[in-house]
């Protein structure tokens, strides 16, 4: 079983840039998949970006170009750098993984962080 734990979430203007992080506890990171989710107030979770265990990327159309999704398995790290963010991308962002190996989009995942707060002022 792995931990996971976000950070990096905060407030920024639009057009700003933040970079997500999330921790992982265990020896075996590098054979998960990880997936950056996020919900907004009333709207249900969504897939924002996912990685797989060589480094292959998936992204949600909402935010190709502008996202980018990496991992750091010396580390135990995966990561999310948003850029050109926009009010529409506030949400509580949230880390998670897979040991199952499934297509990057599916939505399926076993571990879940806490979730980190990303506010975007217009």
């Known amino acids: 079983q792995v931990q996971l734990v976000e950070s990096g979430g905060g407030l920024v203007q639009a057009g700003g840039s933040l970079r997500l992080s999330c921790a992982a506890s265990?020896?075996?990171?590098?054979?998960?998949?990880m997936a950056w989710f996020r919900q907004a107030p009333g709207k249900e979770r969504e897939l924002v970006a996912a990685?797989?265990?060589?480094?292959?990327?998936y992204y949600a159309d909402s935010v190709k170009g502008r996202f980018t999704i990496s991992r750091d398995n010396a580390k135990n790290t995966v990561y999310l750098q948003m850029n050109s963010l926009k009010p529409e991308d506030t949400a509580v962002y949230y880390c998670?993984?897979?040991?199952?190996?499934?297509?990057?989009?599916?939505?399926?995942?076993?571990?879940w962080g806490q979730g980190t707060q990303v506010t975007i002022s217009s």
């Open positions: 265990g020896r075996t990171f590098s054979n998960y998949q």
């Open positions: 990685i797989s265990r060589f480094s292959s990327t």
């Open positions: 998670a993984g897979r040991v199952v190996i499934r297509q990057l989009e599916n939505n399926r995942y076993d571990y």
